[in-house]
Structures are given as structure tokens and as C-alpha cells.
């Protein structure tokens, strides 16, 4: 297998039209071949390697172009590599204490009370797990922030199902290797992953990503951190093209990001729990003047 | 902040020193940079890069450039494999990604407005959402613009129907540095249509900062097929049949016997050296092992491109079969009558079924993947992509091969074919430095302009044919020249592209020295080099003498009827001209328009005929033995009825409403040419009429302009007929 940096960088640039950071921001540096290639210079010695360092934190890891690729280069992998490499390691938050004793844990990286509204559809205690960083997701570069943080998330959870409906705070238990279940309801923006389905909780299949919507919104991980604009860009572009001006977000940052770009936002624990007013779900106009499709129930509720 | 960043973030909101960004910018996919780069050297970089996101700001932007004189260096999504973008040290590079909107939607006349930094693939992908598509299917459609489409005059890979990307252009807006252009059908009234002279001027005369195009319904039907032939030359001929039949295949690629051995297109019986040799044994082996991307890893192969004489010599010794890959789309009825009629043409063929070409089409744009291993193995790869008339093709594409077999590995396919000639694509691999890759396209282009076919077809020109372009336009480059000088006068528009500042060692080509009023005919490409200020009728008597007749009919001398044709009406199918060769007052003269579509920078055409005195036009015509069928409906609303039928796919070569003087029913009448004609009439539910009424095809009009006038041609009503007043 040749160096699959230099293959990126080599390659035509096929997997730019599928990269969300790329996309949204228009960046020629944010398309993957780029990051790649920049990796690959300061590998060769013709770059500072501080520059491919910060090329590497534009990636978000959402792994489309990994899936598009034929040659099926880890991009996001390898960025992740390169960043523990040429940037400093970052440390995450501290870990705050597990709320209650129940075998399910719902992590909640915002400000809203999943713990609360899991407890009353399941009609039994859930634990809560509060994180400010999304479990350290941008952490997770560095063997020597990320093993840490891993223990101690094991620690922590000691066995126990954490629910995230947060794909930074997925990807984090993903790598931990934890029992975890992932309410997947951003089916316009994040890609879904395989749901570990406990034997007590049925959830809806993993729906596939809609149409022209895009696998990630950066919010949680490197991306946020390094680049806060480039973020915000992707947020806005995320928003742009979901099929309808509802959007059913969760994540904080999401939130926050989207705020400004007039997108009607509504809590998506009340599509969990079954309440989402089919009021709410109103039509607007979309650009280029198409009226936009009606949104269909979303996947992922009960 | 540097003074640029300070200066130009005062007009556009994003602007960058950052050196990611200025490396990132660098360079587009000519191979040449990739090779310098695989051998460590890495390209130069702009001063500055910016990310405009309207139209004034464009303006601004280029009115403070060209007052400061810096270089501007337009980049789109970097995908051109010529030099035609990527920053130079002085330079400011204007990145369009952050304008890539579809602004505008018109399903009544199947118009798409698009900004140009959308990616091609997102663009088709949100018009599929809307039941919409452009077809324009480019194997860089991944990874390249909509813009860069029409600055460098690209072609997809169903051209034969859709056409290139220019043919889909119906107006552009422009930002130069002397402020807005509108071009197609937004030119201003009485003024010289620019849109020609944009396309294919790759950001030299401005930038496009939004495209007016024409769109179709996505596909209902598809037909694939493939067909074996005994030998290049058979597959040839029949290429040319179908397209001179007025059949509109949207797929045509024939494989030549090297690119057919490729993973064994035709199965294990593909070439004839079964049974010979250990030499040829071990090259069909390497060959039939090229559609595996591991292939590219082995050092099998890196012995055989180093050794490209040798293997092209037991390549030239295989001889064998070709492949050809044919498919038709659209209406599910009038697809079967265009399939049932082109069968005539493949009788000497073999039908290998329907598996090889869906294979191809779901496959179509994998190929890019195989050039990244060969540079990483410290090969390169490279295409090239020429064109010519049929009656040239093959001794072009036989020295052309040769002259690239000297130096590397070459294989080629046949696409984007039209009724008066078609293209060639090399590709190409070999081992060695940049003098050897220099050295090969040297020897390749020189082979090309010894031929007569014109160096690019759809790659554009950049820096690697810049050469090759300003000697093939010879003295027309005036006419570019003269719209350069008015439009970016201080010369800021990507500097050192697209042409060279050399003047053509000749005065041009002498007058013709044959009798009028047809030069020539070449009876294998359909078109006839003809006196431009002879008289219709006695053109028609000439041509009428060898078999011919036009196929546009003039209603005045060409010059005159040239001049006064307007380019919207043109069909993507219909030329009115094809080659023209004038003389300027200085006695100098020049001949352009050798090859279909060529993207040796803009179109001149149109230019050169305004400028200079036509002396010789080369005009399509057709054999007047060609079936014809004449069919007619009666409806209340011809006009309705043409657009429907339009947009399904008809292709009619003209088609005429006429109302009854005496309170009659109103009448559709269509000319079809082919042998398509008469399934079409019957499946349709036309009425035929009898055949001694299929005269010549009446003259054609433009609808959008003359709306009041009752003929129309072709496609062109598909889109711009809007309800005329009197229908």
C-alpha cells in the first residue's frame, strides 16, 4: 500500500464534493486532498509542520469521503494522526460525576434535560452525565489526553448504556469502546452509524442521511475549537439544506450557530417523547424560489 | 495584515495571506505541477487569496486591480489539467466557491440560473431533486465548477446529445475590469454577442459570475449496449452513420484495440494474440489488469512503462477487435425508434449485451483514481483530448498515437462525436522527468497540427497549449486580441494563459484557388467549403450537382445570412458554420473552425466574420439521398404541441405551425431526417405525409427574437419558445 497521504495528495480531488467542511466553506485547504497533501509536504520536509498541523484540524471526521473513496484512505483517521503529530495536546474538561444510580446514563452535552425526558418515556430512573466538551471529542487526538480520558469515561460509566444523541459524544464512546445508544435524530446532518440496540430499548432503524444534506456540522469536535468560523459556515450550510425550515437539533453549539440564520429550531425530546406539535413542523421557502418538501416524520421517534 | 489582505478585505469579506491557503491555491491538476511536486518542488503561490460572494464585488474588485495593476487568477474548484489556474507569485487569486447558489428556476422555458463556484456534482444532484437535470456529465464532475465549465469549453459524456457545456449556455454575467458584461440572450440589443468569445477564455477576459443554462427532465428511459468490431475502422464508420443519421445517441465511446484489452472489455477471446508469443502473453496480461487499481501498485507495470516503445510496439502488433459502448435516453418512445433505426448501422458487429456498458456507466468516473498511484510510483499520466473531422480522424488519431508511443504508453478512446467529425482521448503513462513529460506533448501536439485537427477538444488550454493554441488560431487571435484590448485593457486577467505573445510566421492561407461556388465537398464529414457570397440558388444548383443539399438552408449570400444569424438560435446540433477562412485588410488571412468544438480558447468564429472578409465558409449538408419523413398533426395549439414534442426529445430539423386562413384547424408540421423518421411519426401519433413533400427544410428562424415568424428549429424552441403572439 502506498503512503496514503501522497495518494490524496496525488489524487484529482474526487472526494470534494462529498466533504461537508469543504463544501460549506469553499476553502480549497479544506478539501481533503488538501489537508492530505499539506500532511504529506511537512512529512517530505517541505512544510512547517505547524501548517499541516493546522490543516489537519479541518477536518471533522465525519469519514464521507472515506466512504466515497475508492481506495478507501482513512482521511479522517490519518488527519487525526497528523494532528497528534504536529499540534499540541489539548486536555479535556474534567469529567463531572455520574447523577443517579440507574443502568442508563443519558449524556447530556447542552442544556436541556435528557436525563429527565428519557426517565418519563421509559418510565424508569435514567442517570445523568453532564459534559461540556463533549466528552473531550476534540481531545481524542493525542494518545496521552485520549487514553485518560477513556479511562476515566469507563470508569465512570462502570457497564452502564450511555444515551447520546450527539455524534462528538458518540464518536468518543465509539472510540471508548462503550455500550452506548445514539438517538441518531439529525438524519439531515449527521451521518448514522450502526445503533447498538439494548434489549429494552427498541429505536428506530438508523435512518440514511436525507438527500443534498450534509453527514456532519462540525460543532463538536476539532473543527469548533480551531476554527470557529469555518464552524459557523458549516452550521449555516447544514442549515441551508435541510428540507424544511424545522430543524430538530439537540446539540447546543448546533443551536447557537443556528440562531442567527432565521431557522426555526424546536427540542427534539418532544419528538422522543412523542409531543412534537405537528404545528410546529410549518413550511417556509427555501432559495431558488422551489417550494420546499414537507417534512416527513422524523426518524428516530417512538 | 499585509497591504493586499488591508486593500482587497475592504471590498470582499473574506481575504487571506495565510500560507495554507496560498499553497492550497497554488496549483490546478495540469500533471506537470503534480509531477514537480511528486520530485519536491512545490508550485508557486499568489500574494493573496479571496473569496467574493457577489457580483459588485467582483466589479469592485477588478476595478481596484486593474487601476494597481495587479494580476488577478481566477479559480474555480481547480480542476483544470492544463496550467489555466493556480496563483503566480504577484498574483491575487479569486476563489467563486463562496458563489455557488442556484439562483433562479424556470421550468417554463427549462432554464437554470447557477453561480459559478458550484460543484458540478452538487449542482446535478439538487436538479435531480427538482426533476431536472443538465447532463452535462464531465469525468471531473466530482471535483470541478460550473464556471470553470464554461471558461475552459467543457464537454460531458453524454455530448452527443446534450452537446458541450457551451451548447447548454444561453447568457452569462460577467465581471471584468471594465466593468458588466451580459452576454447570450441578456446582450444588450445591437451589440455583438460576447458569450463566443467568454466561453473558452479561461478568466483571461474576466469572470463569469453567473450562468443561464438550459436544463432538460431528468431521463425517463436509458438504452446501453456493447458492441464488438472486427477493427478500429469499421467502428469508426459506423460512429459516423449513426451521428449523420440524425439518430442523437447519447453514449458513444469506441475503445481502440489497447483501451479495449483494459480489463478485458471483450472477455478472454478479446485479442488476437491468443496462442502467440511469451512477450504478448505477458502484455495482454498486464493490460487486461489495468481496471484493477492494484494493478497500478505492481512493478510489472512499472517495467512496462518504462519500457512504452516496447510495449507499444506488441500493442501495434495485437491488431484486434474494438469495443464500442452505445446508449440512447429519454422518452421511453421515441428512444426504441432511435435504437430500432441505428441496428442498420451495427450489422457487422457483434452484440456483447447490455453487462460491459451498464458497467461503464455506473463506473464512468472511477478512471481518475488510477493516475494518484502512478505518481506515486514516480510515473506520470496525463490525457489529451483532440479533435477533427471524420475524413481526418484516423490518420489523426494513427500519427498522434505514434508520436506519443516514442515516449510512453498510450491508449485512446473515441467520444463526443457529431455529424462532421469527433474526438480523440489519449491516455497516457510513462516514467521519467519533467523534459520527457515536456518532450512528449511537444511531439504530440506537433503530430495533431500536422494532421489538421485542433489540439483540445474539452481540456481547454492553460499553459500547456498556449503554444499550440496561438499557432493554430494564427492570425483570428486578432479578433481576440481586438476584445481583450476593450475588455481587461491593463492586461490584469490571468496573465501568460491561454495564448503567447507570438505572431504567425505567415500571412495565412492563400485564397482558394478552385472553382466556385462549392470549393470543396467532404462527402465523409458532410460539410462543404463554399463561396460566401454566391447566391443561395446557385449554391443549391452546386451542391444538388454532387448529391448535397444544405442542411440549413440559406435565404441570402452566407455572409450576409451569417451575419444577421443570431447565436441563440442555434441547436445544439445545428451549425450553420463550421469553418470559416477570411482575410483581414492587411492582406493577412486565417482559417479557423478545422475540428467540431474546439476549446483551443474561445469561439472566433463569429468575430473573424464581423473583422475580416469571408472568403471560403465550410457549411454542413446533407446527401440529398438522406430519408426524410414529413409528418403533421392537427392541433388548436401547434406551438404547444412543438414544445411538448421538443421536450421529449424530438429532433425534428424544422418544424412549422400554420393556422387556416378559413377558420380550419391549426397545423404542426414536421420534418424529420433519418431513418428514424417514420417509427417516430407512427409511435408519436403524427400523421406522415407523402414524401414527395419532404422538400428542402425550410429556413430556420429564432424563436426567442422572432417570436412572430412560424418555423422553428430543433432544441433551441425546447427552451427559449416562450407563447408566441400569433400561435
Same mark, same amino acid.
Given at each position: 500500500?502506498?503512503?496514503?497521504?501522497?495518494?490524496?495528495?496525488?489524487?484529482?480531488?474526487?472526494?470534494?464534493?462529498?466533504?461537508?467542511?469543504?463544501?460549506?466553506?469553499?476553502?480549497?485547504?479544506?478539501?481533503?486532498?488538501?489537508?492530505?497533501?499539506?500532511?504529506?509536504?511537512?512529512?517530505?520536509?517541505?512544510?512547517?509542520?505547524?501548517?499541516?498541523?493546522?490543516?489537519?484540524?479541518?477536518?471533522?471526521?465525519?469519514?464521507?469521503?472515506?466512504?466515497?473513496?475508492?481506495?478507501?484512505?482513512?482521511?479522517?483517521?490519518?488527519?487525526?494522526?497528523?494532528?497528534?503529530?504536529?499540534?499540541?495536546?489539548?486536555?479535556?474538561?474534567?469529567?463531572?460525576?455520574?447523577?443517579?444510580?440507574?443502568?442508563?446514563?443519558?449524556?447530556?452535552?447542552?442544556?436541556?434535560?435528557?436525563?429527565?425526558?428519557?426517565?418519563?418515556?421509559?418510565?424508569?430512573?435514567?442517570?445523568?452525565?453532564?459534559?461540556?466538551?463533549?466528552?473531550?471529542?476534540?481531545?481524542?487526538?493525542?494518545?496521552?489526553?485520549?487514553?485518560?480520558?477513556?479511562?476515566?469515561?469507563?470508569?465512570?460509566?462502570?457497564?452502564?448504556?450511555?444515551?447520546?444523541?450527539?455524534?462528538?459524544?458518540?464518536?468518543?464512546?465509539?472510540?471508548?469502546?462503550?455500550?452506548?445508544?445514539?438517538?441518531?435524530?439529525?438524519?439531515?446532518?449527521?451521518?448514522?452509524?450502526?445503533?447498538?440496540?439494548?434489549?429494552?430499548?427498541?429505536?428506530?432503524?438508523?435512518?440514511?442521511?436525507?438527500?443534498?444534506?450534509?453527514?456532519?456540522?462540525?460543532?463538536?469536535?476539532?473543527?469548533?475549537?480551531?476554527?470557529?468560523?469555518?464552524?459557523?459556515?458549516?452550521?449555516?450550510?447544514?442549515?441551508?439544506?435541510?428540507?424544511?425550515?424545522?430543524?430538530?437539533?439537540?446539540?447546543?453549539?448546533?443551536?447557537?450557530?443556528?440562531?442567527?440564520?432565521?431557522?426555526?429550531?424546536?427540542?427534539?425530546?418532544?419528538?422522543?417523547?412523542?409531543?412534537?406539535?405537528?404545528?410546529?413542523?410549518?413550511?417556509?421557502?427555501?432559495?431558488?424560489?422551489?417550494?420546499?418538501?414537507?417534512?416527513?416524520?422524523?426518524?428516530?421517534?417512538? | 495584515?499585509?497591504?493586499?489582505?488591508?486593500?482587497?478585505?475592504? &471590498?470582499?469579506?473574506?481575504?487571506?495571506?495565510?500560507? %495554507?491557503?496560498?499553497?492550497?491555491?497554488?496549483?490546478?491538476?495540469?500533471?506537470?505541477?503534480?509531477?514537480?511536486?511528486?520530485?519536491?518542488?512545490?508550485?508557486?503561490?499568489?500574494?493573496?487569496?479571496?473569496?467574493?460572494?457577489?457580483?459588485?464585488?467582483?466589479?469592485?474588485?477588478?476595478?481596484?486591480?486593474?487601476? #494597481?495593476?495587479?494580476?488577478?487568477?481566477?479559480?474555480?474548484?481547480?480542476?483544470?489539467?492544463?496550467?489555466?489556474?493556480?496563483?503566480?507569485?504577484?498574483?491575487?487569486?479569486?476563489?467563486?466557491? +463562496?458563489?455557488?447558489?442556484?439562483?433562479?428556476?424556470?421550468?417554463?422555458?427549462?432554464?437554470?440560473?447557477?453561480?459559478?463556484?458550484?460543484?458540478?456534482?452538487? %449542482?446535478?444532484?439538487?436538479?435531480?431533486?427538482?426533476?431536472?437535470?443538465?447532463?452535462?456529465?464531465?469525468?471531473?464532475?466530482?471535483?470541478?465548477?460550473?464556471?470553470?465549465?464554461?471558461?475552459?469549453?467543457?464537454?460531458?459524456?453524454?455530448?452527443?446529445?446534450?452537446?458541450?457545456?457551451?451548447?447548454?449556455?444561453?447568457?452569462?454575467?460577467?465581471?471584468?475590469?471594465?466593468?458588466? %458584461?451580459?452576454?447570450?440572450?441578456?446582450?444588450?440589443?445591437?451589440?455583438?454577442?460576447?458569450?463566443?468569445?467568454?466561453?473558452?477564455?479561461?478568466?483571461?477576459?474576466?469572470?463569469?459570475?453567473?450562468?443561464?443554462?438550459?436544463?432538460?427532465?431528468?431521463?425517463?428511459?436509458?438504452?446501453?449496449?456493447?458492441?464488438?468490431?472486427?477493427?478500429?475502422?469499421?467502428?469508426?464508420?459506423?460512429?459516423?452513420?449513426?451521428?449523420?443519421?440524425?439518430?442523437?445517441?447519447?453514449?458513444?465511446?469506441?475503445?481502440?484495440?489497447?483501451?479495449?484489452?483494459?480489463?478485458?472489455?471483450?472477455?478472454?477471446?478479446?485479442?488476437?494474440?491468443?496462442?502467440?508469443?511469451?512477450?504478448?502473453?505477458?502484455?495482454?496480461?498486464?493490460?487486461?489488469?489495468?481496471?484493477?487499481?492494484?494493478?497500478?501498485?505492481?512493478?510489472?507495470?512499472?517495467?512496462?512503462?518504462?519500457?512504452?516503445?516496447?510495449?507499444?510496439?506488441?500493442?501495434?502488433?495485437?491488431?484486434?477487435?474494438?469495443?464500442?459502448?452505445?446508449?440512447?435516453?429519454?422518452?421511453?418512445?421515441?428512444?426504441?425508434?432511435?435504437?430500432?433505426?441505428?441496428?442498420?448501422?451495427?450489422?457487422?458487429?457483434?452484440?456483447?449485451?447490455?453487462?460491459?456498458?451498464?458497467?461503464?456507466?455506473?463506473?464512468?468516473?472511477?478512471?481518475?483514481?488510477?493516475?494518484?498511484?502512478?505518481?506515486?510510483?514516480?510515473?506520470?499520466?496525463?490525457?489529451?483530448?483532440?479533435?477533427?473531422?471524420?475524413?481526418?480522424?484516423?490518420?489523426?488519431?494513427?500519427?498522434?498515437?505514434?508520436?506519443?508511443?516514442?515516449?510512453?504508453?498510450?491508449?485512446?478512446?473515441?467520444?463526443?462525436?457529431?455529424?462532421?467529425?469527433?474526438?480523440?482521448?489519449?491516455?497516457?503513462?510513462?516514467?521519467?522527468?519533467?523534459?520527457?513529460?515536456?518532450?512528449?506533448?511537444?511531439?504530440?501536439?506537433?503530430?495533431?497540427?500536422?494532421?489538421?485537427?485542433?489540439?483540445?477538444?474539452?481540456?481547454?488550454?492553460?499553459?500547456?497549449?498556449?503554444?499550440?493554441?496561438?499557432?493554430?488560431?494564427?492570425?483570428?487571435?486578432?479578433?481576440?486580441?481586438?476584445?481583450?484590448?476593450?475588455?481587461?485593457?491593463?492586461?490584469?486577467?490571468?496573465?501568460?494563459?491561454?495564448?503567447?505573445?507570438?505572431?504567425?510566421?505567415?500571412?495565412?492561407?492563400?485564397?482558394?484557388?478552385?472553382?466556385?461556388?462549392?470549393?470543396?465537398?467532404?462527402?465523409?464529414?458532410? %460539410? #462543404?467549403?463554399?463561396?460566401?457570397?454566391?447566391?443561395?440558388?446557385?449554391?443549391?444548383?452546386?451542391?444538388?450537382?454532387?448529391?448535397?443539399?444544405?442542411?440549413?438552408?440559406?435565404?441570402? $449570400?452566407?455572409?450576409?445570412?451569417?451575419?444577421?444569424?443570431?447565436?441563440?438560435?442555434?441547436?445544439?446540433?445545428?451549425?450553420?458554420?463550421?469553418?470559416?477562412?477570411?482575410?483581414?485588410?492587411?492582406?493577412?488571412?486565417?482559417?479557423?473552425?478545422?475540428?467540431?468544438?474546439?476549446?483551443?480558447?474561445?469561439?472566433?468564429?463569429?468575430?473573424?466574420? +464581423?473583422?475580416?472578409?469571408?472568403?471560403?465558409?465550410?457549411?454542413?449538408? &446533407?446527401?440529398?439521398?438522406?430519408?426524410?419523413?414529413?409528418?403533421?398533426?392537427?392541433? $388548436?395549439?401547434?406551438?404547444?404541441?412543438?414544445?411538448?414534442?421538443?421536450?421529449?426529445?424530438?429532433?425534428?430539423?424544422?418544424?412549422?405551425?400554420?393556422?387556416?386562413? +378559413?377558420?380550419?384547424?391549426?397545423?404542426?408540421?414536421?420534418?424529420?431526417?433519418?431513418?428514424?423518421?417514420?417509427?417516430?411519426?407512427?409511435?408519436?401519433?403524427?400523421?406522415?405525409?407523402?414524401?414527395?413533400?419532404?422538400?428542402?427544410?425550410?429556413?430556420?428562424?429564432?424563436?426567442?427574437?422572432?417570436?412572430?415568424?412560424?418555423?422553428?428549429?430543433?432544441?433551441?424552441?425546447?427552451?427559449?419558445?416562450?407563447?408566441?403572439?400569433?400561435?
Amino acid at each position: 500500500m502506498p503512503d496514503p497521504y501522497q495518494t490524496c495528495t496525488f489524487c484529482p480531488r474526487l472526494c470534494r464534493h462529498v466533504c461537508p467542511v469543504a463544501l460549506a466553506t469553499g476553502l480549497e485547504a479544506a478539501t481533503p486532498s488538501a489537508m492530505m497533501g499539506a500532511v504529506y509536504l511537512a512529512r517530505r520536509g517541505l512544510l512547517d509542520p505547524s501548517l499541516a498541523g493546522r490543516a489537519a484540524a479541518m477536518c471533522t471526521a465525519c469519514g464521507a469521503c472515506s466512504r466515497h473513496c475508492k481506495e478507501q484512505v482513512p482521511v479522517g483517521d490519518l488527519l487525526s494522526q497528523a494532528r497528534s503529530r504536529y499540534l499540541p495536546p489539548r486536555s479535556p474538561e474534567a469529567l463531572a460525576p455520574v447523577e443517579g444510580d440507574a443502568p442508563r446514563v443519558a449524556v447530556e452535552c447542552d442544556t436541556r434535560s435528557w436525563a429527565g425526558a428519557l426517565a418519563r418515556k421509559l418510565r424508569e430512573p435514567v442517570a445523568r452525565l453532564h459534559t461540556s466538551d463533549h466528552l473531550g471529542a476534540s481531545c481524542m487526538d493525542h494518545p496521552q489526553t485520549a487514553e485518560p480520558q477513556i479511562s476515566s469515561l469507563a470508569r465512570l460509566l462502570d457497564g452502564r448504556i450511555a444515551i447520546t444523541s450527539c455524534s462528538a459524544c458518540a464518536g468518543v464512546l465509539r472510540r471508548a469502546n462503550l455500550q452506548y445508544v445514539w438517538l441518531h435524530s439529525l438524519p439531515g446532518i449527521h451521518v448514522p452509524t450502526p445503533v447498538l440496540d439494548s434489549p429494552t430499548m427498541k429505536l428506530s432503524p438508523a435512518p440514511d442521511l436525507l438527500p443534498g444534506t450534509l453527514p456532519c456540522c462540525g460543532q463538536g469536535g476539532i473543527l469548533a475549537r480551531s476554527f470557529p468560523q469555518l464552524a459557523k459556515d458549516l452550521a449555516r450550510e447544514c442549515a441551508s439544506r435541510l428540507p424544511a425550515t424545522a430543524v430538530p437539533t439537540f446539540d447546543s453549539l448546533f443551536r447557537v450557530a443556528l440562531t442567527p440564520y432565521d431557522v426555526d429550531i424546536y427540542d427534539p425530546i418532544d419528538i422522543l417523547l412523542g409531543e412534537a406539535p405537528a404545528a410546529s413542523l410549518h413550511e417556509g421557502t427555501s432559495k431558488g424560489g422551489e417550494a420546499p418538501q414537507k417534512r416527513t416524520p422524523l426518524h428516530g421517534a417512538p | 495584515m499585509s497591504s493586499i489582505e488591508r486593500i482587497v478585505g475592504g &471590498i470582499v469579506p473574506r481575504v487571506s495571506t495565510d500560507p %495554507l491557503h496560498l499553497l492550497a491555491a497554488g496549483r490546478d491538476l495540469w500533471s506537470r505541477t503534480t509531477l514537480r511536486l511528486a520530485n519536491g518542488l512545490l508550485p508557486q503561490t499568489p500574494a493573496a487569496i479571496c473569496w467574493p460572494e457577489t457580483h459588485q464585488q467582483l466589479v469592485e474588485l477588478l476595478d481596484w486591480a486593474s487601476a #494597481a495593476g495587479v494580476p488577478i487568477v481566477p479559480y474555480g474548484a481547480g480542476s483544470g489539467v492544463c496550467g489555466g489556474s493556480g496563483g503566480r507569485e504577484d498574483s491575487l487569486v479569486v476563489d467563486t466557491k +463562496r458563489m455557488r447558489g442556484i439562483t433562479r428556476v424556470d421550468r417554463e422555458h427549462m432554464l437554470v440560473h447557477v453561480e459559478p463556484g458550484m460543484l458540478g456534482q452538487e %449542482l446535478e444532484d439538487r436538479l435531480e431533486r427538482l426533476g431536472l437535470a443538465t447532463r452535462h456529465s464531465p469525468s471531473s464532475i466530482w471535483c470541478s465548477s460550473v464556471g470553470g465549465w464554461a471558461a475552459a469549453r467543457s464537454a460531458g459524456q453524454f455530448s452527443s446529445l446534450y452537446g458541450k457545456f457551451e451548447d447548454m449556455v444561453v447568457a452569462m454575467k460577467v465581471a471584468t475590469p471594465t466593468g458588466t %458584461l451580459l452576454t447570450g440572450m441578456h446582450s444588450p440589443p445591437g451589440q455583438e454577442d460576447l458569450g463566443p468569445v467568454i466561453q473558452g477564455s479561461e478568466g483571461t477576459l474576466g469572470l463569469i459570475t453567473e450562468l443561464c443554462i438550459r436544463v432538460v427532465p431528468v431521463p425517463e428511459h436509458r438504452w446501453l449496449r456493447a458492441y464488438a468490431f472486427p477493427d478500429l475502422s469499421s467502428a469508426l464508420e459506423a460512429m459516423r452513420a449513426i451521428m449523420q443519421a440524425d439518430l442523437w445517441p447519447a453514449v458513444m465511446r469506441l475503445y481502440d484495440p489497447v483501451d479495449t484489452l483494459i480489463g478485458g472489455k471483450l472477455g478472454s477471446s478479446g485479442g488476437k494474440s491468443s496462442g502467440k508469443g511469451h512477450g504478448h502473453r505477458a502484455f495482454l496480461r498486464i493490460l487486461q489488469s489495468l481496471d484493477n487499481l492494484d494493478a497500478f501498485r505492481s512493478r510489472e507495470l512499472n517495467l512496462a512503462f518504462a519500457l512504452p516503445r516496447l510495449l507499444n510496439r506488441l500493442a501495434a502488433g495485437l491488431g484486434g477487435r474494438v469495443l464500442l459502448i452505445l446508449g440512447w435516453e429519454g422518452d421511453p418512445q421515441i428512444v426504441p425508434c432511435q435504437v430500432q433505426a441505428a441496428m442498420g448501422f451495427l450489422q457487422g458487429a457483434q452484440d456483447l449485451g447490455a453487462a460491459p456498458a451498464h458497467a461503464w456507466y455506473q463506473h464512468r468516473h472511477d478512471v481518475s483514481y488510477k493516475l494518484a498511484p502512478i505518481f506515486s510510483r514516480g510515473g506520470f499520466a496525463d490525457t489529451m483530448e483532440v479533435a477533427s473531422t471524420w475524413t481526418r480522424l484516423e490518420p489523426m488519431y494513427r500519427m498522434v498515437r505514434d508520436a506519443l508511443a516514442r515516449n510512453v504508453v498510450v491508449m485512446s478512446h473515441f467520444s463526443h462525436a457529431y455529424p462532421e467529425g469527433c474526438s480523440i482521448y489519449f491516455t497516457f503513462a510513462g516514467t521519467g522527468d519533467i523534459h520527457r513529460y515536456d518532450r512528449t506533448w511537444e511531439e504530440a501536439l506537433r503530430a495533431v497540427r500536422l494532421a489538421g485537427g485542433t489540439v483540445t477538444h474539452h481540456h481547454g488550454v492553460g499553459l500547456l497549449k498556449a503554444r499550440a493554441a496561438t499557432r493554430e488560431l494564427g492570425h483570428a487571435l486578432r479578433v481576440y486580441r481586438r476584445r481583450k484590448q476593450s475588455l481587461d485593457p491593463g492586461g490584469i486577467m490571468n496573465p501568460g494563459r491561454l495564448f503567447v505573445a507570438a505572431s504567425p510566421a505567415d500571412d495565412g492561407p492563400l485564397p482558394p484557388s478552385s472553382k466556385g461556388p462549392v470549393f470543396h465537398l467532404d462527402s465523409k464529414s458532410l %460539410l #462543404a467549403t463554399v463561396d460566401p457570397v454566391a447566391s443561395p440558388s446557385a449554391l443549391r444548383e452546386a451542391l444538388a450537382r454532387e448529391g448535397y443539399t444544405f442542411r440549413i438552408p440559406p435565404d441570402r $449570400p452566407l455572409k450576409d445570412w451569417l451575419l444577421a444569424w443570431n447565436l441563440l438560435a442555434f441547436d445544439r446540433h445545428e451549425v450553420p458554420m463550421f469553418g470559416l477562412q477570411a482575410r483581414f485588410k492587411d492582406g493577412c488571412s486565417a482559417r479557423i473552425g478545422m475540428a467540431p468544438r474546439s476549446a483551443a480558447g474561445p469561439d472566433l468564429r463569429w468575430g473573424l466574420l +464581423r473583422e475580416a472578409e469571408p472568403e471560403a465558409v465550410e457549411i454542413p449538408v &446533407i446527401p440529398l439521398s438522406a430519408p426524410r419523413c414529413l409528418a403533421s398533426m392537427a392541433t $388548436p395549439e401547434p406551438w404547444q404541441e412543438a414544445r411538448k414534442l421538443l421536450r421529449r426529445g424530438l429532433r425534428p430539423l424544422s418544424c412549422k405551425g400554420s393556422s387556416s386562413p +378559413r377558420g380550419g384547424q391549426d397545423r404542426l408540421s414536421l420534418l424529420l431526417l433519418g431513418p428514424a423518421g417514420d417509427s417516430l411519426v407512427e409511435a408519436l401519433g403524427l400523421s406522415p405525409t407523402p414524401a414527395s413533400s419532404a422538400k428542402d427544410p425550410s429556413p430556420p428562424r429564432n424563436p426567442a427574437m422572432h417570436a412572430s415568424e412560424d418555423t422553428i428549429r430543433g432544441a433551441t424552441a425546447h427552451h427559449l419558445l416562450g407563447e408566441p403572439e400569433d400561435a
